[in-house]
């Protein structure tokens, strides 16, 4: 059931005066700012609203008891509210619904976290080939990106090793024969993408980067190839929704890629 805005005679805490939301290009917000507490969807709303084009009509709600007053008066239980016009639209999830656009959804997957960590890792590469040699094609370059990425990667599951070891136990077969291997991952694939950075200990790197990406590429695959189970993967951290797939799989063979061709570059071709 709608609920209607209430009259201009009520207190600040009433809502929206109906003569005021005539204009179609207005909106009336109410938002807690308090001294210790400001409402960040209330700023998100107000800054949406304006990027819509419309004079945002800004209420705040400054106390607890005033705050829980309002919400009780129009039957809601969160707060920002918003109106357009005589509509009450709701908080700013529904806000953005009202445009037309997605609202936040905490447990859709998304790749978003992971490509981030590549893009960024691969301008930082361009950049270190650049102030080194003076150009950003290069060999090193393509290797600092893979060392950087794994550098990247690991820092998102050191933040929560737990969550992480148990997303992992989920498809990586070592993991599941010896749950410590969860533990010890993260720690690995730092080591080795430090080592890998530097270019120093490349017998002692490369070995390492070749049997957690061999490990992990089998285990991708199997998961989502083989039994087409629909998993997360523990790539960026275990409290992540990057879906289990083909990204995921492409960290491994990185991996696997720089554990083979670095040892070649350093004992065969003596680079």
Known sequence: MPVSPPDTAASTIAGPDMNEQANTETATLYRMVMSDHLCPYGLKSKDFLERQ????????????????AFMERH????????????????????LREHFGKEAQDPDKTSY??????????????????????????????????????????????????????TMFLNYDLLARRWVRYGYLYP?????AGILMLAGVLTWLSAPVALFIGTVGAVSVFKA????????????????????LGF???????????MGIWMPIKAFALGW
């Not at 989502?224 to 879906?243: F, H, I, Q, T």
Request: proline share 2%; aromatic share 12%; hydrophobic share 45%.
């Open 224 to 243: 989502v190839y083989v039994d087409k189970r629909e998993l997360k993967c523990a790539c960026v951290g275990g409290n992540s929704n990057v879906p």
């Open 53 to 68: 084009g419309y004079e945002v009509e800004d209420n705040h709600l400054t106390t607890r008891e005033e705050t829980d």
């Open 75 to 94: 039957g809601v239980e969160t707060t920002p509210q918003i109106w357009i016009g005589e509509e009450r639209v709701g908080g700013y999830d529904e």
């Open 187 to 191: 720690f690995g694939e730092a080591f």
């Open 112 to 165: 978003q976290p992971v490509i981030a960590i590549f893009v960024v890792a691969f301008l930082m590469a361009l950049g270190l080939s650049w102030a080194m040699f003076g150009s950003i094609v290069t060999l090193r370059s393509a290797e600092w990106f893979i060392a950087i990425s794994m550098c990247f990667l690991a820092v998102q599951k050191l933040q929560d090793v737990e969550s992480f070891s």
């Open 247 to 257: 990204i995921s799989l492409t960290e491994n063979l990185m991996m696997m890629l």
